[in-house]
């Protein structure tokens, strides 16, 4: 990634053209009628890649349904100019956008959807990425979360309790269950666990065709689970002022135990460095 970065700069929208369709055309001739492809668009490269595939996407339409998500390769919450670049690629006629936000901060983050900052991460730093995709019309939402260099005590404790609380939430969630019982399950957890609060008063929600749906994990959904339905389980929780904790995994009800959708999250907080 540090290699690419350093020499974005020196793009051109013919040298990208001209490899795209290289690539493009050979996809053709093996059969491929849709395509979906990721357009970066950071400050660093700006729009000149995605202005070379909106051409291709243009010239080979007879051939083939070629699909623009543009995404921020680098600094989706670090650099305030990559939001823009994301609305103009809409305005010109982009079909998506990739999913991904987050939130970093020392020994903790604030919020899972932080404004953008010039801010570099530094030791102790605490990032989360709340992520997902969109295959044939359905949607995955999960997060994970991160340390850099080294991690406190608090920030570890906070993680384990709610990794807790997810397993809590895996055990309620069965057939005949409501979401309010599957909301107390992991409430419970955390609250034994310190919990300050949670100001998003739920603790996951349905997923399907749009990132949320129905029904909620919340204290007043009396919604009853039924095999086939899908739900993230998302506790989380404040655990020192201005610092909060969140999991998410999504998972399937099935006659039994839930079968998880998501590869589930490491026990203990992942350090990186």
Known sequence: MKRVSAVKPTFTVEDIYARARATLEACILHGATHMRTHVEVDPNVGLVSFQALLQLKEAY??????????????????????DANVVECLRRGADDVAYLVGGAGPDGYGDIISPPSTREVRASDVLILDTGSLFDGYYCDFD???????????????????????EAGLQAARPGATCAEVYRAMQAVMDRGGALGNDVGRLGHGLGMQLT???????????RLEPGMILTLEPGMAFAPGR??????????????????????????????
């Open 244 to 273: 909060v904790m969140v999991h998410e995994e999504n998972v399937v009800i099935r006659d039994g135990a839930p079968q998880l959708l998501t590869r589930r999250a490491a026990p203990e907080l992942p350090v990186i460095g």
């Open 144 to 166: 994970r979360n991160y340390a850099f260099g080294h991690a406190a005590d608090d920030v570890r404790r906070a993680y384990e309790v709610v990794y807790a609380a997810t």
């Open 213 to 223: 749906e129905w029904p909620s994990n919340h204290p007043d959904d009396d919604t």
């Open 61 to 82: 339409r007879w051939a083939i349904d070629l699909e623009l998500c543009v995404f921020a390769q680098e600094g989706m919450t670090n650099v305030p100019e990559t």
